[in-house]
């Protein structure tokens, strides 16, 4: 309740005063490890460029036996004794067969608009390339919540026709049960600079599924989060994941997927100190989500890249980035990319390698 009236105040705040972005620079900045379709466990290296580089696709095969002698043979008949006839082995893994389960948790910070709009411009170029590479490409994709203000009266308080601080609201509109809960999949983005209307999806559901009419239209009306003050993105995404709000009757049903990869795009434009628990425990939840196998998540972080000298947006060496640390904690499934950067495309297309490389040696629990 102390962060809501928190929240809360800042959101009049800045219904009042308004709020202005900051960058500092342009290009494209990029953090990972080799996306290999090894098990996450061992120490990660990382390296910074301002140039994206593609991430190339890398197997490792090993074979391995023994050659027994044959020159004795069976007392009668003379056929030699070959032993036992080998079975050819379990095969490869059976893969994720173009099954991937999408996650966005996306701030709606005061200075997310020009962000969220270099998000939605990366999205029609990815889902393409991801289109491209599997030939049964079934998808959901769920934008999380990150506030639960949603209808709550200090974001207009008197509002009849008209807010007079935030005119977009929507005022007078009853919000379903699930519009209030911080994780749950958003179908209704209020507030300044968000959409501002109920997202027409196909599936019924509050997450996109394959085959939704106009898919860009339906992801950009649940992207449109606005600049209503919310971000936790970390948070926002664990909740997303528990149990409860994925099970039968929770506001996320269906939603997880046991024989789908896991792909989580969390973007803030600050290093996410108010989200609940360490780097470890949100890497926790991620895998927990997926039976703890860390090669079926995949993940993308992109904020501020304040804590490093190359940074975009402006060197702070006192900076202590959780949401970094959360990055390199899944690697090698994850990279991180800077918010300053002018476009989110190079980052999309390295996730794009990545999901087609941990499908690959996805095995459903």
Request: aromatic share 6%; net charge negative; proline share 6%.
């Amino acid at each position: 309740m102390a962060r809501l009236a928190t929240l809360a105040s800042v959101l009049i705040a800045a219904a009042c005063n308004g709020g202005s972005g900051q960058e500092t620079g342009f290009g494209s900045s990029i953090t990972t490890a080799p996306p290999a379709p090894s098990t996450s466990g061992s120490d990660a290296s990382t390296t910074t460029s301002t140039s994206a580089s593609s991430a190339e696709d890398s197997a490792a095969a090993a074979s391995s036996g023994s050659s027994g002698s044959s020159t004795s043979s069976a007392s009668s008949g003379g056929i030699p004794d070959l032993g036992a006839i080998p079975d050819g082995g379990d095969g490869p893994p059976p893969g994720c067969k173009g099954k991937v389960d999408f996650l966005f948790t996306i701030s709606g910070a005061f200075t997310m608009k020009p962000k969220q709009a270099r998000l939605k411009a990366s999205f029609p170029g990815f889902i393409a390339t991801l289109e491209s590479e599997f030939a049964d490409f079934d998808y959901h994709i769920l934008s999380a919540n990150t506030s639960a203000l949603w209808g709550h009266p200090v974001l207009c308080a008197g509002c009849q026709d008209v807010c007079p601080e935030v005119p977009e609201y929507p005022c007078g509109v009853t919000p379903e049960p699930c519009d209030t809960v911080q994780g749950a999949g958003v179908t209704y983005p209020i507030g300044k600079d968000a959409s501002n209307e109920r997202c027409e999806l196909a599936s019924g559901r509050r997450y996109i599924t394959t085959g939704q009419p106009e898919l860009v239209d339906a992801f950009t009306c649940i992207a449109s989060m606005g600049t209503n003050g919310s971000d936790q993105v970390a948070e926002a995404t664990v909740k997303a994941l528990a149990d409860d709000i994925n099970a039968p009757g929770g506001c996320n049903e269906g939603f997880l997927r046991d024989d789908a990869l896991l792909v989580v795009v969390a973007i803030q434009d600050t290093y996410d100190q108010g989200s609940e628990g360490t780097a470890e425990d949100w890497r926790d939840a991620l895998l927990e989500a997926k039976g703890g196998d860390a090669d079926a998540v995949v993940l993308l972080v992109i904020s501020t890249d304040i804590d490093v000298p190359e940074a975009l947006c402006g060197y702070d060496p006192g900076v202590e980035h959780e949401l970094r640390t959360w990055t390199e904690l899944m690697q090698p499934n994850a990279l991180f990319g800077s918010i300053c950067a002018e476009g989110y495309s190079d980052y999309f297309a390295i996730v794009a390698k990545m999901i087609k490389s941990q499908c690959d040696v996805f095995v459903p629990q």
